[in-house]
């Protein structure tokens, strides 16, 4: 054993030239590849020259583009959410949208990608993955890329597409002329998202007036200021003297009917409120004034006496609030 140790000597220290020269080669042939690549990566231009294609806009003029369209964007949605009963993140929303765009056009793109998270973060009703590629936008040493340019086109048009399904939801709770006009608003939206998400298609580029000029929109004139509503179920204009009074004489055939169901006992307190209850489902429904009508006649005619054999004395009081509430709404 000991006669041939020299030999396993020997041996091993071959395997271990033979690994160093092979190692020594691979290295040697991995650092001239990676100068080839950094000589590669230095000849590519940077990202924003992808704009020099014929019929493509500066960088310059795509930032002022959508950020007159994004003010204008951001400014309905406050109108929208000072109108809508459940939808007070639009504003916030809103808010983030619209410093957006005054960044742009002020040419200080470097804060716009915060603006915009802080909109996705805000909004329940915009999901943040609409935001994404807006905000993949900015996230470059250069701003808009145009490899980007797809990834923000689908962000427009996936916030058009998830407001127009939430616009029901906003106008639950609104009546007349002012859900008509929240409504208008909300098309108005949706539209000019769409409208903006062209800005990224080739040939599709076009420059709107700076919304800023007098607070200037098109087609839609002058925005209106939103004034708070004194009703605890919303906000809009102050009320006529039609709504007070239909107001005042609500809530005194309630206080009446309180009266009647404490003194009859029984269950005509919990009926009393199950009734409200099912008044105030109507009320934030998509449409509140019939609804209120279908519950208000099925209540009449599940609440008649004659339907009530077993407690006709519990059940009268309510079965006349309720008819009384009916001839109100004629």
Not at 6 to 13: A, F, N, Q, T
Not at 70 to 89: K, M, P
Not at 112 to 121: H, K
Request: aromatic fraction near 6%; proline fraction near 8%.
């Amino acid at each position: 054993m000991d006669a041939r140790r020299p030999d396993r000597l020997r041996l091993s220290l071959r395997h271990a030239l033979l690994v160093t020269a092979c190692s020594g080669m691979f290295l040697l042939r991995l650092l001239d590849d990676c100068k080839a690549q950094n000589l590669r990566w230095a000849r590519r231009p940077p990202l924003h020259l992808a704009f020099a294609a014929p019929g493509t806009p500066s960088p310059e003029d795509l930032m002022k583009a959508l950020g007159c369209e994004l003010w204008v964007i951001g400014d309905e949605l406050l109108t929208v959410s000072a109108r809508a009963v459940n939808r007070r993140d639009l504003g916030m929303t809103g808010i983030s949208i619209r410093n957006a765009g005054d960044l742009l056009l002020e040419n200080s793109w470097e804060d716009v990608m915060g603006e915009l998270e802080s909109a996705a973060a805000s909004s329940e009703a915009l999901p943040c993955f609409c935001f994404e590629g807006l905000v993949n936008l900015f996230a470059y040493e250069e701003p808009v890329p145009s490899i980007e340019w797809l990834p923000a086109r689908n962000s427009l048009l996936s916030m058009s597409e998830e407001l127009k399904k939430k616009g029901p939801d906003v106008l639950r709770g609104l009546e007349g002329a002012y859900r008509s006009e929240t409504a208008a608003s909300i098309i108005f939206v949706v539209e000019r998202l769409s409208k903006a998400s062209k800005l990224f298609l080739r040939g599709g580029f076009y420059m709107p007036v700076d919304p800023r000029d007098a607070k200037f929109r098109e087609g839609r004139g002058k925005p209106r200021d939103p004034e708070p509503r004194p009703f605890p179920w919303g906000r809009g204009p102050p009320p006529t003297v039609a709504e007070d009074r239909m107001r005042e004489r609500l809530e005194q055939l309630r206080f009446e009917a309180e009266q009647s169901a404490m003194a009859v006992g029984g269950r005509a307190p919990a009926l009393l409120q199950e009734v409200e209850g099912e008044l105030q489902q109507a009320r934030v429904s998509a449409s509140p004034e019939e609804a209120r009508r279908a519950t208000l006649r099925r209540l009449v005619r599940n609440l008649h006496p004659d339907r009530n054999p077993d407690n006709p004395a519990e059940v009268t009081p309510i079965f006349q609030y309720v008819q009384q509430l009916r001839s109100e709404e004629k």
